[in-house]
């Protein structure tokens, strides 16, 4: 078959940002499928409650300090790692290296108030349904926590190496900026649902 | 060795078309040998991969089920006894939905998809090869336990609490829940492969209106995987959680729910039947364009029927529980949704029809299973109507009906078009032609064999003989029917006996292929058979849904790519307009790293949740390992 | 293939002529009988769009095409398709309506004079005729009689996994959920024995759950709930003594209860009638004393994986104890 050249693309650029950068929907593919776990995770939830005589099953509502501390941490992260996703967006290395440790700052101290947080409900995964929802909930939430962490720590990683001043990391750091949001957002409505509506 | 800086940034349009080839295999290919075969990134060898390991699970599971119609051929029958039926009969399910007809619509989409969009690998090539290894990982450990009489025996539905800690001693119900977390991670990383690549790697100008109908229906699959597959993997876990570490999400003691689980698994197992049954759709669509010489009649209701379908599957899940006791109104809901699906299924259906009526059909060996298709899927979904209403269903739930509608749908509704698609496809893939003659006697033994089969069961259901029993007492009036089963299980047998003898010899030595031997329209055809390892020397620039048949002396085609890193072109979501060309990663063995690291995490968790704290530090060094840059051209911009 | 298919025809045709008792195609009760009609209804319905699907795609793949007229134009098609749609629409909605009236006929159980509880064990069936008066109720198991012509209401309950109740000849099945009391409405026209069983799979012995239902004329039916309540009969013959002795003195007594000797395990069936029943171990056997000899002598083989263990008796205990059990009637 003979070929016809009709389009010229030698003046794209090499590299996609943005909604043009394939990982950007990769990751919000991604998302999807964790946020459709997440709400499964809710929906569960509730429906043990919907089948329970009372509710929480035999324990009292948990104490409010340490998930609301960790949800108010959350909030507050989410400057910052605006912050960065803008810098990355401007290619300013200085400023992303910056960002990143104290992102990963951020990452490390929300872990701390978890720790205390499963003690706050004052129950555990082995008592009931309830204990057993609650753990699974808070860990799935943990292992989000956690991931994004680590892949903060090594971007921190590669933008303080040679690898770093590349376009192509930029666009990683603002994904990983975006999945971070995705982490807080996915958190708000699951500490509604573990801290309030126990209280309803 | 080339020193890069001499020849900084080649571009193809520089090179004639000798050239170009020279410069863009040394680009793309993958090396020879064992290191070469274990880091390749290729879409299309990892999806012969694919598409090769879920056929021997075929053939295993026929295997399975031959042993059971041979249990079955006589009452109090002792040629298998309840615990080894138990779990034949749980491999064979678990085997074909988990391990065969999900991996395989996959698989080929895996193949086809980036072809027929005309790009030159799949999006992520790299998470490509590691959800083949997790697939496999996956299925060897389901059959190496089967092997050693650890196979689970809980039923491929593994209801609790049969399948809870109390019920079922010993790992094999955990085995089955972590085969779920393995097959379920690789379907997942497929379906987003294939979300992004049919968004975003589309050819210029192939915007939404001129996908081709079976990218159509991956992409629609794709976004049912990805909505429906995590409540199974909540459900699993939620099992595993139960039976290691003692929580009660299944505990009605403890405020727990038998019922929890099975709106869990359904919620994912109807959208399932759909994620099987519409890659087939579109298998169909495109085979009855090529071979009635004339565009598939509808498209955009085409389209709209692939969408409704998948929108609707969430909302039947009930049907599969309608003896469980649920209220009645909730009931009368699914009834009323699960007949409904019948409309767009039936509108597909018209749309084929006035495609043949105005077309002009030649009848090779695809087009033959497409007509079998139409035979035997109109069946199952009627069949499908009668157990979507509540009172019959009470009469037929868990009984031989309910196993001749899903066979009927989805050996009818799947299997045939897929038979059908690999004879359509075979050329491509390897470069050869299967036999014709071969081709229309697997058919009619399949055919003649499938129905022999399994249309009796129909009648043996409403007989009141149960699904799932091991043998069954001479004074029930069940004996002959089972015998015709039983025989006509050989024939059926045969006819896919045949089919890999087929397939097997013409891949060794079959006539060799042209690029198009079917004057078929669509993009993979444009190019040599079997495909080079970059695809496309040129990429295509597409002006119309059949590429190939307006203008079928010259392609249109894009210049300008880079031709010393793996480049392709990133287009928009609508229009397909091109945005910036991009690299693609090359070949690396970090996938495979990461897959045996991830399989030895879940496997050891199946005997303590220490595991996953341990284990998931040597997966956290091969993932590091696996995006930490290594200066390629691929990573340069 | 023509001769394959006059086969399947002429087998078709036999097999649903002698459907035997536990079939939805030989309904003998009101709920059955009006799934039954839903049944064929529908069936002759989907039947008929499935010939006309088939004549079309014949027609559409056979047709004489003249060779040289243009392709046809798509108009009259998406008409004709158009209305194809519609007339699936209308069909789909008439045979959901006919669905949900088919629901209304049965109507809910709830309003009966009589109700039974079924629990669903790994694998018999505990039958339990609970009376205001606890001296009136009795247990039995695997067999369950009612009065003809009467709505009962069968209470199900599940001591262990999910099982499925279902007599086909007389209604749609039901579960059996841990945790949770579902009811099924049972109602037989005429007297007769109907066999059931169990439709979900519940571990390795499923195959074996059966149970009969047995539809009594009124009067018998008294009869037969009179004689359940009496306790058990005292052995007249030795050999029969002789078991009871054996049978309370070996580990039987443990698990089973037999009302009015020191028997009162709760694990196994109650055996205070077994007698009376018309099958052994949920319809794997008939009851005879040789049947009931060769269950206790190696209840493994016969229903390998049951959780009756092969208690170790001599060839005299054995037939003794087989002895008292046919006298339990």
């Not at chain 1, 569960?44 to 509502?61: F, G, I, K």
């Not at chain 2, 090769?52 to 031959?66: E, H, N, Q």
């Not at chain 3, 209308?90 to 629901?103: E, K, N």
């Not at chain 3, 109650?270 to 269950?295: C, F, P």
Request: charged fraction near 10%; glycine fraction near 8%; charge should be neutral.
């Amino acid at each position: 078959m003979n070929r016809s050249v009709v389009l010229d693309l030698s003046k794209l650029p090499p590299h996609g940002l943005g909604t043009a950068s394939l990982t950007w929907w990769g990751t919000l593919a991604f998302m999807l499928i964790e946020g459709t776990g997440f709400a499964l995770s809710i929906v569960v939830y509730l429906y043990l409650m919907s089948l329970a005589p009372h509710w929480p099953l035999d324990a009292p509502p948990p104490d409010l300090l340490p998930g609301s501390g960790l949800t108010a941490l959350l909030i507050v992260s989410l400057l910052p790692n605006m912050l960065i996703a803008r810098w990355a967006r401007q290619q300013n290395l200085a400023k992303v290296r910056i960002g990143l440790v104290i992102m990963s700052l951020l990452g490390v101290a929300p872990l701390f108030l978890r720790v205390l947080e499963f003690p706050a409900m004052h129950i555990s995964w082995d008592q009931n349904a309830y204990g057993s929802i609650v753990w699974v909930m808070l860990g799935l939430h943990t292992t989000h926590i956690l991931t994004d962490l680590v892949e903060t720590l090594v971007l921190t990683c590669l933008m303080f190496s040679k690898h770093g001043d590349n376009p192509r990391r930029y666009g990683d750091v603002s994904d990983n900026a975006m999945y971070w949001n995705f982490v807080v957002a996915t958190w708000l409505p699951m500490y509604v649902c573990l801290y309030w509506i126990p209280r309803l | 060795m080339i020193v890069r800086d001499e020849v900084e940034d080649l571009r193809d349009t520089a090179l004639d078309e000798v050239q170009l080839d020279r410069r863009l295999s040394e680009t793309w290919s993958t090396p020879t040998g064992l290191w070469g075969a274990l880091s390749t990134v290729d879409h299309k060898i990892i999806g012969r991969r694919y598409i090769y390991t879920a056929f021997i699970f075929l053939a295993l599971g026929g295997i399975l089920a031959l042993a059971m119609r041979l249990q079955l051929s006589e009452p109090e029958a002792r040629f298998i006894g309840p615990d080894r039926y138990n779990q034949i009969f749980t491999m064979h399910g678990t085997n074909m939905m988990f391990l065969f007809a999900v991996p395989v619509m996959e698989a080929m989409a895996v193949y086809l998809v980036p072809l027929m969009v005309g790009t030159r690998n799949i999006a992520f090539p790299r998470l490509n090869a590691f959800s083949y290894w997790m697939y496999l990982a996956g299925g060897l450990l389901l059959w190496i336990a089967f092997a050693v009489d650890t196979g689970p025996d809980v039923g491929w539905f593994a209801y609790v609490p049969l399948s809870g800690p109390q019920y079922a001693a010993g790992k094999r119900a955990d085995i089955w829940a972590q085969m779920i977390t393995f097959t379920e991670v690789s379907a997942l990383a497929v379906a987003v492969e294939i979300v992004v690549t049919v968004l975003k790697q589309r050819a210029p100008g192939m915007s939404l209106d001129r996908i081709p109908l079976f990218v159509w229906s991956m992409l629609v699959t794709s976004f049912l995987i990805i909505l429906a597959m995590p409540a199974i993997m909540i459900a699993s876990t939620a099992l595993i959680l139960d039976r290691l570490v003692g929580t009660h999400f299944f505990n009605p003691a403890e405020g727990g729910d038998v019922l929890l689980w099975q709106h869990l698994f359904w919620f994912f197992g109807h959208p399932e039947v759909y994620i099987i049954f519409l890659p087939a759709v579109g298998m169909v669509s495109t085979i009855v364009a090529t071979f009635t010489r004339r565009p598939v009649f509808g498209y955009l209701a085409m389209v709209m029927a692939l969408v409704t379908t998948g929108v609707l599957a969430f909302g039947l899940w009930v049907h599969h529980m309608f003896v469980a006791g649920l209220p009645r109104l909730g009931e009368s809901f699914f009834t009323a949704s699960s007949m409904a699906i019948a409309i767009p299924a039936g509108l597909q259906i018209f749309c084929w029809l006035a495609t043949m009526w105005a077309g002009r059909p030649v009848f090779k060996t695809p087009f033959l299973f497409v007509i079998g298709f139409m035979v035997i899927f109109v069946i199952g979904g009627m069949t499908g109507v009668m157990v979507a209403s509540v009172p019959f269903d009470t009469q037929v739930h868990d009984t031989y009906f309910v196993v001749a509608h899903f066979h009927y749908v989805l050996v009818g509704g799947a299997v045939f078009p897929l038979l059908g698609a690999i004879y359509y496809w075979f050329p491509k893939i390897t470069g050869r032609m299967m036999s014709e003659t071969l081709g229309r006697w697997t058919f009619g033994l399949i055919f003649t064999g499938f129905n022999l089969t399994f249309f009796p069961m129909h009648i043996l259901g409403l007989q009141g003989m149960p699904r799932r029993i091991y043998t069954y007492q001479p004074e029930m009036p069940w004996s002959g029917l089972n015998m015709f089963i039983s025989l006509s299980a050989v024939i059926l047998a045969a006819g896919f006996l045949l089919f890999f003898i087929d397939a097997i010899r013409s891949a060794a030595s079959g006539p060799a292929a042209p690029d198009n031997p079917w004057g078929a329209s669509t993009l993979e055809w444009a190019t040599s058979s079997p495909p080079l390892p970059y695809n496309f020397a040129r990429l295509p620039v597409v002006g119309s849904l059949e590429p190939l048949s307006n203008n079928s002396e010259t392609l249109s085609v894009a210049g300008g790519l880079s031709v010393d890193r793996r480049e392709l072109i990133v287009t928009s979501v609508v229009e397909a307009l091109p945005e910036a060309r991009e690299s693609s990663p090359g070949n690396s063995i970090w996938p495979l790293w990461s897959a045996l690291a991830t399989t030895v995490l879940l496997i050891w968790s199946i005997f303590t949740p220490w595991a996953v704290v341990w284990g998931s530090i040597p997966v956290s060094i091969a993932l590091i390992g696996w995006f930490w840059p290594k200066g390629t051209p691929e990573d340069d911009t | 293939m023509r001769t394959a298919l006059v086969l399947l025809l002429s087998i078709t045709a036999t097999a649903a002529g002698g459907s035997g008792n536990q079939s939805a195609l030989n309904s003998q009760g009101a709920p059955a009988i009006h799934v039954e009609h839903l049944i064929i209804g529908i069936t002759v319905v989907c039947a008929v769009v499935w010939l006309l699907v088939m004549i079309v795609l014949g027609w559409a793949l056979l047709r004489k095409r003249s060779s040289d007229s243009g392709p046809p134009r798509d108009r009259p098609l998406t008409t004709i398709v158009s209305s194809a749609v519609a007339a699936t629409v209308v069909i789909i909605a008439a045979l959901t309506i006919a669905s949900f009236y088919t629901t209304r006929s049965i109507g809910l159980p709830g309003n009966t004079a009589l109700t039974i509880t079924v629990r669903g064990q790994q694998w018999w069936w505990q039958v339990i005729y609970a009376d205001a008066n606890p001296a009136f109720s009795f247990q039995t198991a695997n067999e369950i009689h009612i009065p003809v012509g009467q709505d009962v209401q069968i209470q199900l309950e599940s001591a262990d996994v999910v099982h499925s109740f279902w007599v086909p000849s007389l209604a749609g099945k039901q579960d059996l959920v841990p945790g949770r009391s579902n009811s099924l409405l049972l109602r037989a026209e005429r007297p007769g024995t109907y066999r059931g069983q169990c439709a979900e799979f519940c571990g390795l012995q499923h195959t074996h759950m059966a149970m009969m239902v047995i539809a009594d004329e009124p009067a018998d039916y008294q009869r037969w709930i009179a004689a359940q309540r009496e306790n058990s009969v005292m052995p007249t013959y030795a050999d029969a003594a002789a078991g009871k002795a054996a049978f309370l003195s070996k580990p039987c007594a443990a698990c089973h209860t037999v009302r009015g000797t020191s028997a009162a395990g709760t694990t196994g069936p109650d055996l205070t009638h077994i007698g009376s029943r018309q099958t052994i171990a949920a319809g794997l056997l008939e009851t005879t004393r040789g049947s009931l000899a060769a269950w206790i002598a190696d209840p493994q083989t016969l229903k390998p994986g049951n959780n009756m263990p092969m208690v170790p008796l001599t060839s005299v205990e054995l037939r003794d104890i087989s002895a008292y059990m046919e006298s339990l009637k």
